[in-house]
């Protein structure tokens, strides 16, 4: 069964962080996506670069139209994603409890839906 | 076959049901692994057997006839089903492959099949509200309607809320499974919170068919107990004995028209001394693992309460003693009101205010009425009737419950006469 791991952050605290704390969060992350990806658990998930980055897309009645940022203002942000196999919930909420920005910020797990051809 | 040996049959089908189904469904949901398909299997399991019976016997083992009957039926209703989509195909060519003996169904399978339950319906990965319905009908076997009436809404949108959670379970994959030991602490508190929810549903409600509401106290009462034989765990034993000791005072707590009884005031003869004892055993039994929690704590601080013969014989120093102990467990402003008013039995109505005064300063217990009512009966203890009206009309703004209200008057009126 596979997950997507949705990890938010909250930007205004991570810019408060001190360049060794930025820089002992990532390695830790490096290390934990090494360690679900030997296990099996990590198919694949990026980091992302801040919101003030985003732009969102839309197309209405066969128009494109962009905008600045994205599209809903929340109190934490998408930072990344883990794209996770895992037995069942349980199992991928356990996977997802050691993502380290969890203790910063929050993970939403979401199970990944088959897109059916007909 | 006679008319009286049907009637016979019929009979003993009843009380298999009642006290069989849900360990059946339970092991049903394992086997099939689908809630809605499972009960559908349940009830036509139940069907064939009043023929069956009837014919050929009550079998030796009723409980694995009716899994064993349960999962062809299954299977039955998945093939009958033109279109099949690829995971109900997947559950029929599984269960046609598991030609396995059912004779050799455990009864401890039985016993893990509604732990299970218990801890897929608790899983805090569905909202809380649907957590309690689910519960109370999967596992106590209440019907919708019945769960509807004793929560005061529409069976419709309870309804809903059943099938949103089961296809939450599906679709996300809630596994049908006893979480092991490192989760299992914050999945039994889950549990222990909703049966706890339950049980104050039936215990304070101030509106609704109170005979219904009451229902839903035996109801968790029920469930703990079921809970403590499959999962002693001390804060399980805790929180069965709190209910106890609770229910215990029902009859007291209240007069016929529903007004308030203070515990000070209540009629102690009329204290359930059957449930006070087994409460106050299964505290002893829950402190004496070392590994209790804030349950056992308020069951504790319970039991000192009722074992008093006499208000003026409560031991408010082991009182104030438990409270210390819970405050470190679960500190909250709310354990600490409680402290301060043990306090006050303590030392006196002066130490309890200059306490409760320094809460209300912090500010998070200024909108609850309890708060205001507490200062209010300590300055009523004083002698200080103007700042005792002051604070009881602060409490009655706060709060809408009707019982609290009239009680809340009611000390107004006599401070004025």
């Keep these: 069964m596979k997950y997507l791991a949705l990890v938010y952050l909250p930007e205004t605290e991570i810019q408060k962080m001190s360049v060794k704390e930025w820089d002992d969060l990532n390695a830790e992350c490096i290390a934990y996506g090494d360690s679900i990806t030997t296990s099996g658990h990590r198919l694949g998930g990026e980091a992302l670069e801040p919101t003030n980055t985003a732009t969102t897309v839309r197309v209405r009645n066969g128009k494109v139209t962009t905008t600045d940022g994205p599209f809903a203002e929340t109190k934490e942000q998408l930072a990344g994603f883990y794209f996770l196999e895992a037995k069942d919930l349980n199992e991928a909420i356990q996977v997802s409890s050691r993502i380290p920005p969890a203790r910063l910020g929050s993970v939403e797990v979401r199970p990944v839906r088959q897109l059916i051809r007909k | ?417």
């Excluded at chain 2, 009722?306 to 104030?320: L, Y």
């Excluded at chain 2, 009523?380 to 706060?398: C, E, K, P, T």
């Design chain 2, 1 to 417: 076959m006679t008319h009286e040996a049907e009637q016979h049959v019929r009979a003993t089908v009843d009380a298999v049901y009642r006290a069989e189904s849900r360990r059946v469904l339970a092991t049903l949901i394992r086997v099939i692994g689908d809630f809605d398909l499972a009960e559908e299997a349940l009830h036509e399991a139940f069907r064939a057997a009043v023929e069956q019976w009837a014919r050929d016997g009550v079998p030796a083992n009723p409980r694995a006839w009716l899994v064993s009957a349960g999962r062809f039926k299954a299977v039955d209703r998945i093939r009958r089903r033109v279109r099949l989509n690829a995971s109900e195909a997947e559950i029929a060519d599984r269960l046609h492959a598991e030609a396995e003996d059912i004779a050799t169904v455990l009864d401890q399978d039985l016993e893990d099949d509604r732990l299970r339950l218990i801890f897929t319906c608790c899983h805090p990965a569905l909202p809380q509200d649907a957590q309690i319905a689910l519960t109370l009908r999967e596992v106590c076997g209440l019907t919708t309607e019945e769960i509807a009436r004793a929560f005061l809404m529409a069976p419709s949108t309870l309804a809903q809320r059943i099938v949103r959670a089961k296809n939450k379970i599906r679709v996300a994959r809630i596994p049908y499974e006893v979480p092991g030991r490192d989760a299992l602490p914050e999945r039994l508190d889950s549990v222990l919170h909703v049966i706890y929810l339950v049980f104050n549903e039936g215990y304070s409600a101030s509106s609704g068919s109170s005979l219904m509401r009451h229902d839903l106290s035996d109801e968790a009462i029920r469930l703990a107990r079921l809970l403590v034989e499959l999962l002693p765990e001390p804060e399980a034993l805790g929180l069965l004995a709190l209910m106890l000791l609770h229910e215990s005072r029902r009859s007291a707590r209240a007069t016929v028209d529903g007004d308030l009884i203070l515990l000070e005031d209540q009629d102690r003869s009329l204290w359930d001394r059957a449930m006070i004892a087994e409460g106050g055993q299964l505290v002893t039994q829950a402190l004496a693992t070392r590994r209790f929690g804030a349950y056992s704590v308020q069951a504790a601080i319970a039991a000192v309460h009722v074992e008093a013969a006499e208000p003026g014989k409560t031991d408010w120093r082991q009182i104030v003693g438990l409270y210390d102990v819970l405050l470190r467990l679960e500190p909250s402003p709310i354990v600490e009101l409680n402290r301060a008013v043990a306090i006050a039995m303590r030392d006196g109505p002066e130490a309890g205010l200059s306490l409760i005064d320094a809460l209300l300063e912090h500010g998070e217990l200024e909108k609850y009425h309890l708060a205001h009512a507490a200062r209010a009966d300590l300055f009523r203890r004083l002698g200080r009737r103007a700042d005792a009206r002051v604070a009881y009309q602060r409490a009655l703004a706060l709060t809408q419950l009707e019982p609290e209200r009239r009680f809340l008057e009611r000390r107004l009126a006599e401070l004025s006469s």
